[in-house]
């Protein structure tokens, strides 16, 4: 019986952890495509001798401060959850009886 209840807490807490890895996995390519952009458009040439002074347009492309905070509120609930789930993985196992 205590081999039978090891095996099943040892399958589960492999289930979690590849939970945990496979959700943060999900979190991390939704990041990088939520992050990607088109290339830049080549430079337009012109004209051999420019007639007057070129214009200088600034793009700011960067993201609004509130991504950083909901990227850090789920980074912070990842954690949170796992440390959680392995904390009932140790609270489980150590109640059971070992086999000598």
């Given at each position: 019986?205590?081999?039978?209840?090891?095996?099943?807490?040892?399958?589960?807490?492999?289930?979690?952890?590849?939970?945990?890895?496979?959700?943060?996995?999900?979190?991390?390519?939704?990041?990088?495509?939520?992050?990607?952009?088109?290339?830049?458009?080549?430079?337009?040439?012109?004209?051999?001798t420019p007639t007057?002074?070129?214009?200088v347009v600034i793009?700011?492309?960067?993201?609004?401060?509130?991504?950083?905070?909901?990227?850090?509120?789920?980074?912070?609930?990842?954690?949170?959850?796992?440390?959680?789930?392995?904390?009932?993985?140790?609270?489980?196992?150590?109640?059971?009886?070992?086999?000598?």
């Amino acid at each position: 019986m205590t081999i039978v209840q090891r095996t099943t807490a040892t399958a589960f807490a492999a289930s979690a952890a590849f939970a945990a890895l496979a959700g943060l996995g999900a979190l991390l390519i939704a990041a990088s495509s939520a992050a990607a952009q088109p290339a830049p458009d080549p430079p337009y040439p012109g004209p051999a001798t420019p007639t007057s002074p070129p214009t200088v347009v600034i793009v700011h492309s960067g993201s609004p401060w509130w991504t950083f905070v909901l990227v850090a509120i789920a980074a912070a609930a990842a954690t949170l959850l796992v440390a959680w789930l392995v904390s009932r993985i140790r609270h489980h196992t150590a109640a059971l009886p070992v086999a000598h």
